[in-house]
């Protein structure tokens, strides 16, 4: 059912969902993130661990991180879907060098996908889709939110981003408008817009995003505004 596979792509990249600082974050290794999911800010639809750690990838000194994601129980009744990335990260500049992907939707085959990057040529290669050429700032989910992170925030600092994601190409612009209390959270607000390059609307999404406004600079809260309504990520735990 395409509408499923849609459905669940969507969800995932919101769950994954430039210009560096003088003083980087301060993110531990073995930083365990847990987030809620909820549909129109109320309906739990799902939950997402993110993690990172300290490892190296080809010799070089690298962060991988990782996200498992997973429908809620009771909506798996109807519909459902899991997800397990990784990415393994440049610890300078948060570029990735390798991207993985393993989605998983009830009654169909498991789609892997795996994507290397040779940033000195600017080529991406996808397992069984071939070479692609890409921007050189380009970067995927799990690494746009930790390059995110990577700033020092204040009003009217404007990032931007090329992210890749299923081989098509998004940008995703964000700026920082302002500070809000979320839970004992300070944070600054983030209002980003994401759009695929050949700016097609439906394959567009809002969002606003809140980065807690302190040296770890941890995403607080996400609330995606998709065709299907609007999707919020709350952090539960870390």
């Known amino acids: ?23 980087g974050p301060k993110i531990e290794n073995g930083e365990r993130l847990v987030y809620s999911v909820k549909y129109l800010y109320l309906i739990p639809v799902g939950n ?21 994601a997973a429908t809620a129980k009771w909506i798996g009744l109807l519909f459902k879907a899991e997800a397990d990335l990784n990415s393994y990260i440049d610890r300078d500049r948060f570029y990735p060098y390798k991207f993985e992907q393993l ?4 009654g169909k085959p498991e789609d892997a996908r795996r994507v290397v990057y040779d940033r000195a ?27 995110l992170r990577a700033h020092e925030l204040k009003e009217g600092l404007e990032i931007k981003q090329m992210v890749n994601n299923n081989q ?7 700026k920082v408008t302002g500070r809000k209390k979320i839970g004992k959270f300070d944070c600054w607000v ?11 609307m439906y394959h ?4 606003v995003i809140y980065i807690s406004d302190d040296q770890r600079r941890v ?20």
Not at 103 to 106: D, E, M, T
Not at 219 to 238: D, E, H, M
Request: overall charge positive; charged content about 25%.
């Open 219 to 238: 995403p607080v809260l996400i609330k995606a505004k998709t065709q299907l309504g609007v999707v919020s990520l709350r952090l539960k735990k870390g």
């Open 190 to 200: 983030l209002d980003s817009k994401i759009r695929r390059e050949n700016k097609s």
């Open 103 to 106: 989605l998983k939707i009830a």
């Open 1 to 23: 059912m395409k509408g499923c596979r849609v459905s669940a792509l969507i969800f995932i990249f919101i769950l994954c969902v430039g210009i560096l600082g003088a003083q």
């Open 204 to 207: 567009s999404m809002d969002a």
């Open 48 to 68: 997402a661990v993110i993690e990172m750690k300290d490892t190296a990838y080809e010799g070089k000194k690298s962060y991988l991180v990782t996200c498992q």
């Open 121 to 147: 040529n600017n080529i991406m290669y996808a397992e069984g889709k071939g070479v692609k050429k890409v921007p050189s700032d380009v970067r995927d989910p799990i690494s746009a939110i930790y390059y």
């Open 168 to 174: 098509s190409t998004y940008i995703f612009d964000s």
